[in-house]
């Protein structure tokens, strides 16, 4: 079984808002077992629409709209749909109450008639009431092949899948009888490039199982899909995989899933009874609010400093003003004079601390946009790295942050 989902809506296509639906839908899609060939994006232009539908049902088994059931004279899709499927638009009595009713429960002495061209839907078609919302959800054949048109605000249309198509599609059997399932492995410290040389022969794994890498900001995630018929075959398939995947990255797999870097961090200074502080001074406090983002890190986190300036740095962490003066705020001895003293103020196992220069000014030929330095000190381990990034502001500031993050992990 194979579906397509067309996105609905000139706002979606412009990039005013962001369609997280198909998101949404894909993955409700491949749990059920049913591959989705496509993702389109029409705006609110019926002739494009129909050309749309009618693209779509001529290669798939499967549609699925979302957006466009409104009352307004944009709202196009059902017209669409009727079109392609030779069913004229009727008024069908029952939503049309509901919808009197809605308005009625919400103390409006007069409806708008407008609000009543959502109870117009194709000769012959299925209706699924929205709790949420007034537009039902369409379900009209096209031959044998469903076209299900889905309400667009999120909040409506997560709860009338849920609790009606999914059912009505086990119902037909429509879903698969395979299902697919993914589990992402975390890798930090290493480039795409690099994890991709490490395993590569693992994209070609088998039978019912791939193997996909996404490179994001300082990480790179490998997603594991099985394609199997039960929760076994699905674990033994993903396993295999992972435990590969594990053995060949060693450390610098830190998580899976939904894990996060500062999470996995959390669990380690935990487990290994530790403290830490953290002295910004280009991250300008980020390493802080990732760490304090973790529920419970009031455990182990003891202080975070952002020490800007020079002057900062001296009064707050002890830093030698004429360190500074020889060497420069951005340079390994700055930042290994940072990690110590914000070790000392918070009395922690651990401090660590990150200078550098995030641009898009202040670089030199000596020390370009991009350097970064950053410090651990422990009771038994320091250690000092520079790192050389690219990339906006944010993004230096972003790939230092989770540098850092690692590099302490990776000490502990």
Not at 105 to 130: S, T
Not at 270 to 288: D, M, P
Request: net charge positive; glycine share 8%; proline share 3%.
């Amino acid at each position: 079984m194979r579906a397509e989902i067309i996105s609905i809506g000139t706002e979606i296509l412009q990039g005013e808002i962001v369609d997280t639906n198909t998101a949404y839908l894909s993955r409700k899609l491949a749990l059920l077992g049913i591959e989705l060939d496509r993702h389109t994006t029409v705006g609110d232009n019926p002739a494009r629409l129909v050309s749309a539908l009618e693209e779509a049902l001529s290669r798939s088994d499967i549609v699925l709209t979302t957006g466009g059931l409104g009352p307004t004279v944009d709202d196009i899709t059902l017209y669409a749909i009727g079109s392609v499927t030779s069913k004229p638009l009727v008024v069908n009595n029952d939503i049309a109450k509901l919808v009197t009713r809605y308005f009625k429960n919400r103390g409006l002495v007069k409806m708008p008639q407008e609000a009543l061209r959502q109870a117009q839907i194709p000769r012959g078609a299925r209706w699924f009431k929205n709790n949420v919302g007034i537009a039902p959800a369409i379900l009209v054949y096209y031959g044998r092949k469903p076209v299900i048109a889905l309400p667009g605000p999120p909040r409506e249309l997560i709860p009338i899948f849920e609790e009606k198509i999914i059912p009505y599609l086990r119902e037909k059997s429509i879903a698969g009888k395979q299902t697919i399932k993914t589990k992402t492995i975390k890798v930090t410290g290493l480039l795409e490039a690099e994890v991709n040389r490490i395993v590569k022969d693992l994209f070609s794994a088998g039978t019912g199982t791939a193997l996909g890498i996404y490179a994001r900001l300082g990480e790179v995630d490998l997603k594991i899909t099985s394609k199997a018929g039960n929760e076994k075959a699905h674990h033994s398939q993903i396993r295999k995989i992972e435990r590969e995947i594990r053995r060949r990255l060693t450390n610098h797999v830190y998580g899976a899933d939904s894990d996060t870097l500062e999470q996995a961090l959390g669990t380690l200074l935990r487990k290994k009874k530790k403290t830490l502080a953290v002295a910004e001074s280009c991250t300008g406090g980020l390493i802080a609010n990732r760490i304090t983002n973790v529920s419970g890190s009031s455990a182990y986190f003891k202080m975070g400093a952002v020490c800007y300036s020079n002057e900062a740095k001296a009064c707050l962490l002890g830093v030698s003003r004429e360190k500074i003066k020889k060497h420069g705020a951005v340079s390994k001895e700055i930042a290994y004079d940072m990690a110590k003293g914000v070790k000392s103020l918070s009395k922690a196992h651990i401090g660590a601390a990150v200078t550098g220069i995030a641009g898009p000014a202040g670089g030199t030929k000596k020390k370009p946009v991009g350097l970064v330095y950053i410090a651990i000190a422990g009771n038994k381990i320091t250690m000092v790295k520079k790192y050389r990034f690219a990339g906006s502001r944010e993004d230096i500031k972003q790939l230092a942050s989770t540098a850092t993050l690692n590099l302490i992990r990776a000490t502990i």
